[in-house]
């Protein structure tokens, strides 16, 4: 007699469903998986269900359980309402219970977004943001942001909400059972779920969803135990995901996610068993690396899945082999697995303030069970699967952002590959999926809104004006760099240039005076009138004429016991404020303008010595003398050195390219320690940038930037070269912002110290 048989075309082309993917959606009907072929009643251990039991044989009795999920929601359906005919005596050995399925065609943690570097609101210049914050994105069927099944390395804009109600439903004849004498089964399933996420941080997510589930199967074949209707309520799956974007701005994204599925018992809604589940997660976002921002997005997921929902229910009390698979099938109860999930999507928007979306989705999901060999599920005879651990199969569907967070969902699920009877349930042939989601940011919308043009203001009135004049000589020849100053009105002075001409700044209305001093001290006060909105002419006229004359200073440094010490002497007067180096003899020798200056000598080691002296006309050197007493070392803990280099215990910083203000202190700091140790003759500042802008340019001026304080702190200028290397040495890669920090250093070379070591 003939209990269960599958069709031979079906059993061929199980076979050939590993083959299908993209262009499963062409396959004529034939080709969609099916489970492997149950064995004719003559091979099979159970009882015959062509016959009842005999007269006074027990009816079998059984307990129902639930489901696991296939993709990071680690949870299934498990409660029970079955019913059963055996030996023309209702029997129900699963009266009260409500059983929900779900076998290969797993929703998993699902997930939209982008995101980039700073803030959590994405730029404008983001493909991924609409009016300055991000995209709109749902999750997926019964897990985080994502698309269907699978989940994307992101977690959308922080303290964004999603919502999510999804349906899935099939109907198939023969589907598990097809004999020639009772006919085919009708198998048809719905399922119902509502998901809901919060993404608390920029980097994570928590989802909750809630699933249940009926499932009906018609047939003519007497005996089975396996009830006709089941009903699954209130499995949950909670779980969170945490994933980093980075590399333009997003480009890829990296993740994990772990859940828990709570399964409800046989007999009451309250949880039984536990699933537990993880996922590593990888999204590559090409929009971020093409110019026009091509939508393409790839994702995969790989993770396990701890499957309890075996535990739920005692198989070995189901004595037909039939009435077992069918009921394994409807209730959705599955094995511990590894799972694949792989998406391609192409998220594109429309409309003028890109309002609208369209996200066409296929998604391949393989599943492999790493659970020993359940031979109590195995059919005798049954044809084997290509790959007996494996359930395999495809997803087309696309999902639309119709308006504001709103999204629509359609999809298809193709069953490629069903395992072996020992390791899963079957895979449905195809089921359609519905679904409605809503996403809420609470971020506001930024819109670019045009400004109105009005005719510009008119200007404003001329209130002011300025003195345009000349100073010259007795001889009416021009007397270049007279200094010209403003008593009462500013501290700025100006200098006449090489024709002896000035301009002054505007002044109101009125009578200014000025103050006029020549390079030999002559001095002139004049006043001039100034016109509204006029420029006003002035010469000056110094009947002496402008010829200051010069002469040569003979400084001399030594120390407290008259030996010579090599310094450095700033002079400062007749418009010079600038530093001389001495010979290593310690003298220095300088043509300087008549009048009256002053110097301080510096020289590391030493106190600074100040001095007064006049420049007088004439041949005849003036001597200035001056002795530097050493002075008391000042410790400097943040500072040390060797003899190849200086050590900064705290490190330099830039406000763009000027030395920062908080790293005034350290330079303090090396400043007092190089005029304590003469040793170190020269030194170099190296600096190194990243690869951003023009780093040759921006290290060379900060270099110089930390070469001019340190020279205003009295280091003498010949010991300290500036060099800027740019983004020519890096010691980590510029792809982050933890290391581009690590490549904006500053490096202090010892260059040149006593001994002549270099």
């Not at 065609?105 to 995101?115: R, S």
């Not at 510009?456 to 007279?482: K, S």
């Not at 340190?710 to 982050?736: C, F």
Request: hydrophobic share 35%.
């Amino acid at each position: 007699m003939t209990r269960t048989r599958r069709a031979d075309r079906r059993a061929r082309n199980h076979r050939a469903g590993a083959a299908l993917f993209i262009g499963v959606c062409a396959a004529p009907a034939g080709a969609l998986a099916a489970p492997p072929a149950l064995p004719d009643d003559n091979r099979s251990g159970g009882i015959e269900a062509d016959e009842p039991p005999a007269e006074g044989e027990p009816a079998a009795e059984g307990e129902a359980g639930g489901e696991a999920s296939g993709s990071i929601e680690a949870g299934g359906e498990a409660s029970v309402d079955a019913g059963a005919d055996v030996g023309g005596a209702v029997v129900d050995p699963f009266a009260g219970l409500d059983v929900g399925d779900e076998e290969g065609d797993d929703a998993g943690a699902k997930g939209k977004g982008k995101g980039k570097g700073k803030g959590d609101a994405a730029k404008d210049k983001d493909p991924a943001s609409i009016g300055g914050r991000r995209e709109p994105a749902v999750n997926t069927v019964r897990g985080g942001l994502g698309l269907f099944g699978t989940s994307l390395a992101d977690v959308g804009g922080q303290h964004s909400v999603r919502f999510g109600l999804h349906t899935d439903f099939f109907r198939r004849s023969g589907f598990i059972y097809d004999s020639s004498r009772f006919g085919q089964d009708t198998n048809s399933r719905f399922r119902g779920t509502v998901n809901i996420g919060y993404s608390p941080a920029k980097w994570g997510e928590v989802f909750l969803s809630i699933s249940s589930q009926a499932n009906r199967n018609l047939r003519e074949q007497p005996g089975r135990q396996d009830a006709v209707t089941n009903f699954a309520l209130g499995d949950i799956d909670l779980g969170f995901k945490g994933a980093h974007r980075f590399y333009r701005g997003g480009a890829i994204g990296l993740g994990g996610q772990l859940a828990l599925g709570l399964l409800s018992g046989t007999t009451k809604l309250t949880t039984e068993r536990v699933n537990f589940g993880f996922d590593f997660l990888f999204t590559l976002d090409v929009r971020y690396l093409t110019a026009k921002a091509f939508p393409f997005r790839f994702t995969t997921n790989i993770g396990w899945l701890l499957d309890n929902s075996l535990k739920i229910l005692d198989w070995s009390r189901i004595s037909d082999s039939t009435s077992r698979e069918v009921t394994r099938f409807a209730l959705g109860v599955n094995h511990s697995r590894v799972r694949m999930r792989y998406g391609v999507d192409f998220p594109m928007r429309f409309g003028k303030d890109r309002q609208f979306g369209i996200d066409p989705i296929a998604e391949l999901s393989w599943d492999v069970s790493t659970h020993g060999e359940q031979t109590l599920f195995g059919q005798p005879g049954a044809d084997p699967a290509p790959l007996p651990r494996s359930s395999l199969w495809s997803t087309l569907g696309v999902r639309a952002n119709v308006v504001s967070g709103l999204h629509l969902d359609l999809a298809l699920d193709i069953g490629m590959m069903s395992p072996n009877f020992e390791f899963a349930p079957p895979v449905p042939p195809w089921q359609l999926l519905l679904g409605l989601g809503y996403a809420f940011d609470p971020r506001p919308v930024i819109k670019e809104v045009p400004a109105e043009v009005g005719p510009p203001p008119p200007p404003p009135a001329v209130t002011d004006g300025r003195i345009v004049g000349q100073v010259v000589d007795g001889q009416g020849a021009p007397l270049a760099g007279a200094i010209i100053s403003f008593p009462g009105l500013t501290t700025t002075s100006i200098l006449t240039d090489e024709s002896g001409s000035f301009t002054t700044f505007r002044f109101p209305e009125g009578e200014v005076t000025m103050i006029v001093t020549l390079a030999n001290g002559q001095t002139q006060e004049v006043a001039a009138a100034v016109a509204s909105g006029q420029e006003t002419s002035l010469t000056v006229t110094f009947e002496e004429g402008g010829a200051a004359g010069s002469g040569i200073l003979d400084g001399s440094f030594v120390d407290e016991q008259g030996a010579p010490v090599q310094a450095s002497f700033q002079v400062i007067g007749q418009g010079i404020d600038e530093p001389f180096g001495s010979t290593a003899d310690g003298v220095v020798r300088i043509e300087l303008p008549a009048g009256d200056y002053r110097g301080i000598a510096r020289a590391a080691g030493y106190e600074d010595a100040a001095v007064n002296f006049t420049i007088t006309p004439g041949d005849e050197m003036i001597a200035v003398r001056a002795t530097l007493k050493r002075g008391t070392p000042v410790e400097t803990p943040n500072v040390s050195a060797s003899g190849k280099g200086i050590r900064l215990k705290k490190s330099i910083s830039f406000k763009g390219d000027e030395v920062s203000e908080k790293s005034q202190a350290i330079l303090d700091e090396l400043a007092i320690f190089l005029k304590g140790h003469p040793e170190f003759q020269e030194i170099e500042i190296g600096v190194h940038t990243d690869d951003r802008g023009n780093p040759g340019q921006r290290s060379t001026q900060r270099a110089e930037n930390v070469r001019s304080y340190l020279l205003g702190q009295g280091v003498s200028p010949d010991r300290v070269v500036a060099k800027g290397y740019g983004d020519r040495n890096p010691i980590a890669v510029n792809l982050t912002a933890s290391g581009r920090a690590k490549n904006n250093r500053v490096v202090l070379k010892v260059t040149k110290q006593s001994g002549g070591g270099e």
